[in-house]
């Protein structure tokens, strides 16, 4: 570490703060990190570190049907390789359909989830395009539309209460989830539980208070929160930064082949994703290894900034 960078340290914001904060990292092993996986990544570690709090890691690996072969040892190795410590046992959600279906079968009991045998072709005949995507307008809400269907989901019964919530970053939020996206999905006809119900249990399970991710959730939020209030489960708090996007401006994700981030260039991926959260941390030279580069983003992390240099 430069003596120029040790003088930047000690004048470093780093507050003292009780460690009441849990957060996550939640990758999906469809294929290996990218960039937009490690901006997600960089963002609630600092947020967690910042706070003298824990980060914990969850493979979502729900849906076995996309999960490449290799990638999760692929993503631990990427991480460790760019320094990155969690706290805990990695939780596996493959390992916890027994709750998924005890919460889904919970509902069922009390009448708040029902079999739906929509077709995604009937939905778009009945249904109309809202904001968030074809608003569910209830056909089977009352009884399944089609009872000799072998294959059917499970939706969750919605009333029209307006869903508010404050984005730390993106400020005031709201959604009336019934007229603006209908009674939603929590296991689909093919078996696989829904990530709205599985994230909602695993952040309860794992007593997450703070979720940090990207602003492509953000419409997903609200359902979470009314699942929340429905199960009687706390809230955590919300932060959902900008999302990367290629020089199309499409998305950096694995369904559009964002290349993998190699270990060998760490130190230049981690110092572009603190430019991309807008933290401006000092050049590249200043740092002799990794561990420097993270000392400096823990104590300097602002959450203030992200977005204000995009």
């Not at 093919?190 to 695993?202: H, M, N, T, W």
């Not at 991926?269 to 002799?288: S, V």
Request: glycine share 6%.
């Amino acid at each position: 570490m430069t003596a120029k960078l040790r003088k930047k340290l000690k004048k470093g914001n780093l507050r003292n703060l009780p460690s009441e904060y849990r957060g996550r990292f939640a990758p999906s092993p469809s294929g290996s990190l990218h960039f937009g996986s490690l901006i997600a990544a960089v963002a609630s570690y600092l947020d967690a570190k910042a706070h003298q709090g824990k980060w914990l890691l969850r493979i979502e690996d729900i849906d076995q049907a996309r999960v490449q072969t290799g990638a999760i040892q692929s993503i631990l190795q990427i991480l460790e390789g760019y320094g990155f410590a969690w706290d805990e046992t990695i939780l596996y959600q493959s390992q916890r359909f027994k709750h998924y279906q005890k919460t889904l079968d919970d509902l069922i009991y009390q009448q708040q989830s029902y079999p739906c045998s929509c077709t995604k072709k009937i939905i778009k005949q009945t249904a109309k395009l809202g904001q968030y995507g074809w608003i569910y307008v209830g056909t089977c809400r009352q009884s399944m539309a089609n009872p000799q269907a072998q294959q059917y989901a499970y939706r969750l019964k919605c009333n029209d209460l307006t869903i508010s919530f404050e984005d730390k970053l993106k400020g005031k939020q709201t959604q009336k989830i019934l007229s603006e996206v209908g009674d939603f999905i929590l296991k689909r006809s093919d078996g696989v539980f829904a990530y709205q119900l599985a994230v909602v249990i695993d952040d309860a399970y794992q007593h997450i208070s703070h979720i940090v991710r990207g602003e492509d959730l953000l419409d997903n939020t609200a359902r979470q929160i009314y699942l929340q209030q429905l199960l009687k489960l706390s809230t955590p708090e919300y932060l959902h930064f900008p999302i990367a996007k290629d020089k199309t401006g499409r998305k950096l994700s694995k369904s559009n082949q964002a290349p993998e981030i190699k270990i060998a260039d760490k130190l230049e991926n981690i110092h572009q994703a603190l430019q991309f959260l807008g933290q401006q941390p000092p050049a590249i030279t200043d740092f002799e290894h990794i561990d420097d580069l993270w000392k400096w983003a823990i104590i300097h992390w602002n959450r203030n900034k992200i977005g204000t240099t995009l």
